[in-house]
């Protein structure tokens, strides 16, 4: 019905002038009318042009004054001749205001109208009492906006006072002149897109008219799979690793017991980053029934009275805490586990590495996660010093792009000496932590039953930092949990050269 409008006028007129003045005129939805105008422009069967007008419209609030009166004037009304006390006053304006009209937005409005009505200097205000100063007002408020509401001309002044007061808002009206396309017809034929077997059977296809084809239009983009800035960097590290003849460590088990997490690791059962706090424990199963006992007993023994030139924690362990099981905090908990293995045969030097997940009971920010990606290394040989910890690391950090390092001494329970790692970062200009390193203490190793003279060099960092600084991701929350945006998956480049 709008083509057929549309079409038909142009057939007797030159131009239609105003789409929404048509649209009216021919009584059609004025979006409906825009839409076949686009349509046919489209084809080139019309030439249009687009109009635009301001025009104001009613808020919210708008509305309501409109609808019920101004609140200066409806405070007004609700004082009476002889005055009235603020309270009763309230009372009154309030019970003047519909019903359907929350209790919060009456305070509101009450407390607009008393302002107005001060300002313009029709009531009078005292301590206690409320009185009239004029005897008799005119809801010019109220006027305007039904003026407005109706679509007639407001001057330039109230138009600012009643913005001011936002009882109004600015509307861009959008619409169209239309004159006759090069293509023009009375009716649109419907173009086809294809020359069928019944067209030629026919001999329709003589009098056909065929859409034409466009040869450069582009195909439907195709889809494949993309892979995560997280695999990425993983995989780069994997290769880093194997390069330097590291041999990757099984990380398959999330749940460990607090025994392998900890207690092996020489940490004490009253440290911090045992409470609930800190870790999540599993209500089921809550506890292991797996372990070795003699490797128990001498852990236990070190914890309580210490050994191999160590003086322990002098505290009663129980073996309780030990058997409790968790998410693991740190994939150090099967580098305890593989080091333990490596002791129960002839000792043969190691390098192991692990990358995987880890859980840590941690408030979530743009920086931490409960979830999050850690990378470690270890090198287990004989003669092994803090110097060979320092070589290995710029040799590893190098081959990720971090050629600049520094050392901080730090404290681990399970390492002594410790070094916290900064690399400098050329884009922040600054120092960045990067890890965290050091040698596994002999009250960790040597109940285990690895020879006095092994030691193990290790060092750990997240997947998620270094990502974050080469992908240039400001919160951890972008690249890794349910918030991500994959489109982010798709634009990241293929691979990161120079690493």
């Known amino acids: 019905m709008a083509e057929e409008a549309v079409l038909g006028f142009l057939e007797k007129n030159e131009e239609i002038p105003d789409s929404g003045k048509f649209a009216e005129e021919k009584g059609i939805s004025h979006d409906e009318i825009v839409n076949i105008i686009k349509s046919l422009n489209g084809f080139r069967l019309v030439d249009a042009q687009d109009i635009k007008r301001e025009r104001w419209v009613l808020t919210q609030e708008g509305d309501l004054y409109a609808k019920y009166g101004s609140p200066e004037v409806q405070l007004f009304l609700a004082v009476p001749p002889e005055g009235i006390t603020r309270e009763e006053l309230q009372k009154t304006f309030m019970s003047r205001l519909p019903d359907d009209i929350e209790e919060k937005l009456k305070s509101s409005i009450y407390k607009i109208g008393s302002t107005q009505a001060i300002k313009n200097k029709w009531i009078e205000m005292g301590k206690s009492q409320v009185s009239r100063k004029v005897q008799h007002v005119d809801d010019r408020v109220k006027d305007l906006l039904i003026q ?114 900890f207690d092996a690791l020489f940490q004490p059962q009253q440290h911090p980053a045992r409470d609930s706090h800190d870790t999540f424990f599993l209500k089921e199963p809550s506890s292991t029934r797996m372990l070795p006992e003699d490797y128990v007993e001498r852990v236990k023994r070190v914890h309580e009275s210490g050994g191999y030139g160590s003086r322990g924690y002098g505290y009663e362990w129980k073996r309780e805490e030990a058997n409790k099981n968790l998410l693991r905090t740190h994939t150090t908990a099967v580098s305890s586990r593989m080091l333990y293995a490596l002791a129960q045969g002839p000792f043969t030097p190691k390098r192991y590495y692990s990358i995987d997940r880890v859980f840590r009971n941690e408030a979530v920010d743009r920086t931490h996660l409960a979830e999050f990606h850690q990378i470690e290394g270890l090198i287990c040989d004989r003669g092994l010093t803090l110097g060979h910890l320092i070589g290995v690391l710029h040799d590893f950090f190098s081959r990720l792009g971090m050629s600049k390092l520094k050392f901080k001494p730090a404290y681990n329970p399970y390492t002594e000496p410790s070094m916290e790692i900064f690399s400098y970062h050329e884009g922040l200009q600054k120092w960045v932590e990067v890890g965290n390193s050091g040698m596994f203490r002999p009250e960790m190793l040597l109940p285990m039953g690895l020879p006095e003279d092994v030691q193990v060099i290790a060092w750990g960092l997240s997947l998620e930092r270094p990502t974050m600084i080469l992908y240039g991701v400001d919160n951890i929350r972008d690249l890794f949990g349910h918030k991500v945006d994959l489109s982010l998956i798709k634009r990241n480049p293929i691979c990161r050269l120079g690493l």
């Open 148 to 261: 407005i509401q109706n679509g007639e001309v407001v001057g330039a002044e109230d138009i600012d006072a009643l913005r001011r007061r936002k009882l109004i808002n600015s509307q861009i009206w959008k619409g169209y002149s239309v004159k006759k396309g090069p293509q023009y017809a009375p009716k649109r034929k419907k173009a086809a897109t294809d020359l069928t077997r019944e067209n030629l059977q026919r001999g329709d296809w003589k009098e056909i008219e065929f859409k034409e084809y466009n040869f450069l239009a582009k195909g439907q983009p195709t889809e494949g799979g993309c892979l995560h800035p997280l695999l990425k960097v993983r995989r780069q590290i994997q290769m880093i690793f194997l390069q330097m003849g590291f041999e990757e460590m099984p990380t398959n088990n999330f749940v460990e017991s607090s025994f392998w997490n």
